[in-house]
Every structure is written in C-alpha cells, then in structure tokens.
C-alpha cells in the first residue's frame, strides 16, 4: 500500500459541493492499494499511521502520536481518502499509467477494510468515498507531509 499522510490543523472532503469528511487537527491519509496488497499492508500501515510520532510535545518536539492525542484529552482526527493515482507510473512516458494500483473492486475492498480496522481502534475517523470525484481540502500543519509505503509480498506488485 501507498500513502501520503499529512498533519492537518483542519481538512474536509467535499463531493459535488457537499462536505462528506471532516475533521480538525489530526491527520488526512491519502490511501492507494496496489496490485499483491493484502490486509497485512493494511494493519502494518495502520499500525504506523496511528502510533508515529509527529505531533509536538510541550518543548516543540515531534513526540506524540495520533494515538497520544487522544491521551491529551483531544481525539484527533484521521481523515481517509482513496487515492489510486498515488500508484502512478510516469517512467514510459508524459501519460502516467496505473497498472500498479490494484483492481478497482481489490482497491475499495482494501480500503473499507483498512476504515473500518482504523474506526474499531480509533474515536474520529471520516472518510472521503471511494472511486468519487472529491475536492479536497486541508491546512497542513508544520507542513508535515510524509510518504508512506507497505510493500507487498515479493514478485507481486509487479505481475
């Protein structure tokens, strides 16, 4: 699996002018399956979203994790949002190709699997939906933006 996870003092979703998720400071995950992925990359994923540790403690330093915010009395938020094209390949050509990604009905499997493990675990999760034409919205944080990718088994993301 692929991501982009960003800390967002605020983000929302909006699909044709209405707002379909939102949350205040937290995190907005932009979330690809390829090809191969299983429910492994996305506990493994999961795992590292919740407990990385870039959110700041009291001296300023990046110490405290999503999970952690919660400690604090303020849930933050995880705002997931499918993004296939995160799997894009650009190296053939100007036209970037997604053969990576997983197939479409692989790919929404994978990302209502990887909700609902993230909502069973953690108070504010939201979404974006899957496979819609969404504009989205954030105020990033720091900025704090980080790459994020859980492989899968050997040989078959690229079969």
């Not at 999970?67 to 390949?89: E, H, K, P």
């Not at 069973?120 to 504009?135: C, E, I, K, L, Y």
């Amino acid at each position: 699996m692929i991501a982009v996870l960003q800390r967002v003092s605020e983000a929302r979703v909006l699909i044709e002018g209405q707002i379909v998720g939102e949350i205040g400071a937290g995190l907005l995950l932009l979330l690809c399956a390829e090809r191969g992925d299983s429910e492994a990359e996305s506990d493994k994923l999961l795992g590292k979203v919740l407990k990385l540790r870039i959110f700041s403690d009291a001296a300023g330093k990046m110490n405290h994790s999503l999970q952690d915010m919660d400690g604090r009395g303020t849930a933050g938020g995880l705002l997931v949002v499918s993004q296939f094209t995160l799997a894009a390949d650009v190296t053939g050509g100007n036209r970037p190709g997604f053969t990576l990604a997983a197939a479409p009905a692989q790919g929404r499997r994978l990302y209502d699997y990887f909700v609902a493990q993230a909502r069973r675990v953690h108070p504010v999760v939201r979404t974006g939906q899957f496979g819609a034409d969404m504009q989205v919205h954030l105020v990033n944080d720091g900025p704090v933006t980080i790459p994020l990718r859980m492989a899968p088994p050997a040989g078959l993301a690229s079969e």
